[in-house]
Structures are given as structure tokens and as C-alpha cells.
């Protein structure tokens, strides 16, 4: 399943999301929910920012998961295998059940397919050659 | 005295009231952050490194 249907799905079942964006090691976006390339842009600057606070309380690592509750709607981002995936609630969201669904959602994603490379095949030399 | 036993009373009343209110309209405010090694800490308003999370929350939500 590519990222946007994913995410679709994700706001579909969820009740709880309401924008969510998945972005990949470098910071593109895969897909998001939003139509404005923009606006799915900034959701997932701020939720690296986010990431990156975190991981400035701790000392030694970096931070894969931040919830952030808030009274106006939550934050959430959590990163897995080289992607993240970002996602705002309304006030009162339950976090274990957000994280759950955007773990799943992550999930699904089908990982990025490895190039194939064309490995030219020697043929080996017939046996009259070497007469 | 009595009238001031009475006053002394309204006014617990008032405060429980006015707290009961407005800490059941408001939710609590927090972030957690959580590490590869599988500790997490939870942030509450007023603690370091909370308001720039919040920061960045409500630079996600306002649109």
C-alpha cells in the first residue's frame, strides 16, 4: 500500500487523526492527507523539530516517539525504519490509541522497492576456443 | 461572627467551584518523549523543554 493511501485509510478509521503526513529519512514527504504540498510540508518540519527537541533532553539518543497534548489538539510523531510519520488531533485524543493506529499505518506502508541492477553475465569461453 | 464564618465559607465555595470548573473544562497539558532504548519522560507545563515542544505543537495545529 503507497503512503497516501495509507494515510487515508488511517483518518478514515482512526476518529482521533486529523492531519497526518509521512515523511521519509530525508525529510520528503511520501504522502499526506493534505491537498496543500505546503501546508503537508509544515506539518512535518514542525513534527521533525519536534523529534529533535526531544532528543535534546536526552543525552545519548535521539527521540522516536514525542505526544504532545495540548489544550487547543495534540502532536504526535513517531519515527520507524527511517520514516516518520506526524499527525494532529483534537483536544482530549487518547495517546496510547494514536500512536497504535500511526504505528500500524507505518506499518502498511510498502518499504521503498531496491533498484534492480542489470549484472552482465560473462558467457563462458567454448570449449574449441582453446585449441 | 457568624457572618463572617458565613463569608469565610461562600468563599471556599467559590474557590472549589471556580478550580472544579475550570480544571474539568481544561485538559491536562503534557508531552512525552520517548528514546530507542524504551525510556520515556513526560513533560508537564512548566518543566524544561515543554513550552518549545508546545511550540512546535501549535505551529502544527494553527493553520
Not at chain 1, 485509510?9 to 515523511?23: F, M, P, T, W
Request: hydrophobic share 45%; glycine share 10%.
Amino acid at each position: 500500500m503507497n503512503a497516501s493511501s495509507a494515510l487515508e485509510e488511517l483518518v478514515k478509521l482512526s476518529g482521533q487523526v486529523e492531519r497526518a503526513v509521512v515523511v521519509d529519512a530525508n525529510g520528503a514527504v511520501l504522502g499526506s492527507t493534505e491537498d496543500d504540498a505546503a501546508e503537508a510540508q509544515r506539518l512535518a518540519d514542525a513534527a521533525g523539530r519536534a523529534l529533535a527537541v526531544g532528543g535534546e533532553l536526552h543525552a545519548s539518543t535521539e527521540a522516536v516517539r514525542v505526544e504532545i497534548e495540548l489544550a487547543e489538539g495534540g502532536l504526535f510523531a513517531l519515527r520507524e525504519g527511517g520514516r516518520t510519520i506526524a499527525a494532529t488531533t483534537a483536544p482530549g485524543a487518547t495517546a496510547g490509541l494514536v500512536v497504535y493506529d500511526l504505528r500500524t499505518c507505518l506499518e502498511r506502508i510498502d518499504a521503498p522497492k531496491p533498484r534492480r541492477r542489470r549484472v552482465k553475465v560473462q558467457e563462458p569461453p567454448e570449449e574449441g576456443d582453446e585449441a | 461572627m457568624r457572618r463572617l464564618i458565613r463569608l469565610v465559607l461562600l468563599a471556599a465555595l467559590a474557590v472549589w467551584a471556580w478550580r472544579y470548573a475550570v480544571g474539568v473544562r481544561r485538559p491536562a497539558e503534557r508531552a512525552t518523549v520517548a528514546f530507542p532504548d524504551g525510556s520515556a519522560i513526560v513533560l508537564e507545563r512548566g518543566s524544561p523543554g515543554f513550552e518549545r515542544l508546545a511550540a512546535e505543537a501549535r505551529s502544527a495545529l494553527g493553520r
